[in-house]
């Protein structure tokens, strides 16, 4: 892959943060400013399928269309010379959710009563601002669809960040992007809704409702505040 300050204006190459099976994900400097971006491009097999390239700048379109302190900001969008996608972030230091919750593990795990408690309100606090940032999303129609504890970055003043949008379905008045097909699941099956488990896209694409599924911006809530709870609770003989 050629030399991305060549290839992508106004952004200059700093290094790779990480590879996966879409793509390549990198640290970035603005040129214009110098803000720090994490620039996403995903292979050129994925940029050659119709679908995929569709589900990508669908992605990209949703989060360019959400403001809010609690979601990752959209910063620019291309292709390279060589047909890979492109898009540019805000990069967001800090620890993801897990990181996070092995801290706590580590500050309170061997704590009892209410050292413990103090570890639950915390991770509610957290928890809360997640849901602002999820309800502002669900406010112009947009669903996520794979909130997970490794795609929420705490800041390093602890205000947590909602990251990749890259499964997420929109809205613009009753049309409705219908990039997932009947029977294909979409989402992380331990975080993810019931209906996604299910494979139900007509029940998971409905407008955001203020009633959340006991999945979805849920999942990584009662798993998290139950490892830390269960500490509390003396073993039965």
């Known amino acids: 892959m050629p030399h991305l300050a060549m290839d992508i204006p106004d952004f200059e190459t700093l290094r790779k943060l990480g590879a996966g099976g879409q793509g390549t994900v990198w640290l970035a400097r603005r040129q214009s400013d110098g803000l720090r971006a994490a620039i996403k491009i995903i292979l050129h097999i994925h940029a050659d399928n119709a679908r995929a390239r569709a589900r990508f700048e669908q992605g990209v379109s949703v989060l360019a269309a959400l403001d809010d302190p609690g979601i990752v900001r959209h910063l620019a969008f291309g292709t390279l010379p060589t ?10 230091p800090g620890r993801n959710l897990t ?22 309100e915390e991770i509610v606090a957290v928890f809360v601002r ?7 999303a669900h406010r112009v129609g947009v669903i996520h669809r794979d909130l ?49 488990v299910l494979c139900q896209p007509g029940r998971v694409d409905e407008r955001p409702s203020p009633r959340p599924s006991p999945g979805g911006r849920g999942g990584p809530a009662s798993t998290h505040v139950g490892r830390s709870t269960a500490r509390s609770v003396p073993a039965r003989p």
Do not use: M
Not at 83 to 92: D, K, M, N, Q, S
Not at 130 to 136: D, F, I, M, P, W
Not at 166 to 184: I, N
């Open 83 to 92: 047909g890979e996608l492109w898009h540019a972030t805000e990069f967001v």
């Open 99 to 120: 990181e996070y919750l092995d801290d706590l593990d580590a500050r309170f795990g061997v704590q009892r009563g209410s050292q413990s408690r103090l570890a639950v």
């Open 130 to 136: 997640v849901c602002r940032a999820v309800e502002a």
């Open 148 to 196: 997970k504890p490794t795609n929420i970055i705490l800041r390093d003043d602890g205000e947590p960040v909602i990251l990749d949008f890259g499964h997420a379905t929109s809205y613009a008045g009753d049309d409705r992007a219908q990039l997932t097909v009947t029977g294909e699941f979409v989402g992380s099956p331990r975080y993810a809704a019931p209906e996604q």
